[in-house]
Nanobody
Framework: QVQFAESGGGLVQPGGSLTLSCTGS????????MGWYRQAPGKQRELVAR???????LYADSVKGRFTISRDNAKKTVYLQMNSLESADTAVYYC???????????WGQGTQVTVSS
């Protein structure tokens, strides 16, 4: 059962910025460890960033210093601020709650991010 809806993707030039949003519906949202993932054509889905229920964060090496994950539990929303975008960031971006370090719920539709001049 899909639990989250992603939005905010689009076409952006290299060096540009985008902010993605992921909104949930469960009252237990604030207790979730949340992750942003991405899947580029022909590649496996990979973890981009993770935020714990207490706000601790973790980033893939490829996005450190460029991406920022944050959450607003009152809005049941997790954000991914993406700066200095590169063509290698082109992918469909997904969010999910994690349990024992792995995605837990069914995947949603994701949101497409395309970085191109």
């Amino acid at each position: 059962q899909v639990q989250f809806a992603e939005s905010g993707g689009g076409l952006v030039q290299p060096g540009g910025s985008l902010t993605l949003s992921c909104t949930g519906s469960r009252s237990t949202f604030s207790t979730y460890v949340m992750g942003w993932y991405r899947q580029a054509p022909g590649k496996q889905r990979e973890l981009v960033a993770r935020i714990g229920s207490g706000g601790s964060t973790l980033y893939a090496d490829s996005v450190k210093g460029r991406f920022t994950i944050s959450r607003d539990n009152a809005k049941k929303t997790v954000y991914l601020q993406m700066n200095s975008l590169e063509s290698a960031d082109t992918a469909v971006y997904y969010c999910n709650a994690e349990r024992y370090g792995a995605p837990y719920f069914a995947w949603g539709q994701g949101t497409q991010v395309t970085v191109s001049s």
